[in-house]
């Protein structure tokens, strides 16, 4: 017999899984732009940022529910992780709508619904 997941928790799982992968693409964009590596590799430094991020993300106290990081009353982000991922998403943000399109959308979306609009 199979068990399967209840929905919220499959939701939940979805949503972090579309999150871990887009901030991946975002550090590689800026990683192969700033580092001048290959198109799937990251220098060791972004390595161990992504690695940081997609830990903070498994560990959010919010869940599916989660919004956009820089509007959470709670930033669980070290200042200089928090600072090097900002930098990564002002320079991979706007490329994003070029070369991942529906990803970028989705992630607009969640801004606006946290409260926070951007316009392309």
């Known amino acids: 017999m199979i068990k399967t997941k209840p929905f919220a928790q499959k939701m939940t799982m979805?949503?972090?899984?579309?999150?871990?992968k887009?901030?991946?693409i975002m550090?590689?964009?800026?990683c192969g732009a700033h580092h001048?590596?290959?198109?799937?590799?990251?220098?060791?430094?972004?390595?161990?940022?992504?690695?940081y991020v997609k830990e903070r993300l498994n560990k959010c106290p919010y869940g599916a529910n989660k919004?956009?990081?820089?509007?959470?009353?709670?930033?669980?982000?070290k200042p200089g992780k928090r600072k090097q991922i900002t930098e990564v998403m002002?320079?991979?943000g706007p490329k994003m709508a070029r070369k991942h399109p529906?990803?970028?959308i989705d992630h607009l979306?969640?801004?606006?619904?946290?409260?926070?609009?951007k316009t392309i």
Do not use: Q, V
């Open 14 to 20: 979805k949503k972090l899984e579309k999150e871990k």
């Open 22 to 24: 887009t901030i991946g």
């Open 27 to 30: 550090i590689r964009i800026f």
């Open 36 to 51: 001048r590596t290959a198109r799937k590799l990251l220098c060791p430094a972004c390595t161990e940022l992504l690695d």
């Open 67 to 77: 919004g956009a990081c820089s509007k959470c009353k709670i930033h669980c982000y």
């Open 90 to 92: 002002r320079y991979s």
């Open 102 to 104: 529906l990803l970028a």
């Open 109 to 117: 979306l969640r801004l606006k619904a946290s409260g926070r609009s």
